[in-house]
C-alpha cells in the first residue's frame, strides 16, 4: 500500500471548500438573476472539480 500523503488531503479539503462557496454563491445568485454571484458560483464549481481531480490522483 502506498504510504499517505497529506497534499492529496490536501486537495480533498480546497475541494469540499469550494464546492461548499459553490452552493453559497448559488445561493446569493437569486436564479442567476445576478449575474457577479452567477458567474462565481460557476468558477467555484470548476475550481472544486479541478480540485477533486489532483486529490483522486493520489488516493
Known sequence: ?????WVH????A???ALEILANVFLKFSDGF???F????SLA????AFSA???????I
Do not use: P, T
Open 14 to 16: 480546497l475541494a469540499i
Open 44 to 47: 467555484a464549481v470548476l475550481g
Open 1 to 5: 500500500m502506498q504510504q499517505f500523503e
Open 33 to 35: 438573476r445576478r449575474k
Open 9 to 12: 488531503a490536501a486537495w480533498l
Open 37 to 40: 454571484y452567477g458567474i462565481m
Open 52 to 58: 477533486l481531480s489532483q486529490a483522486v490522483k493520489g
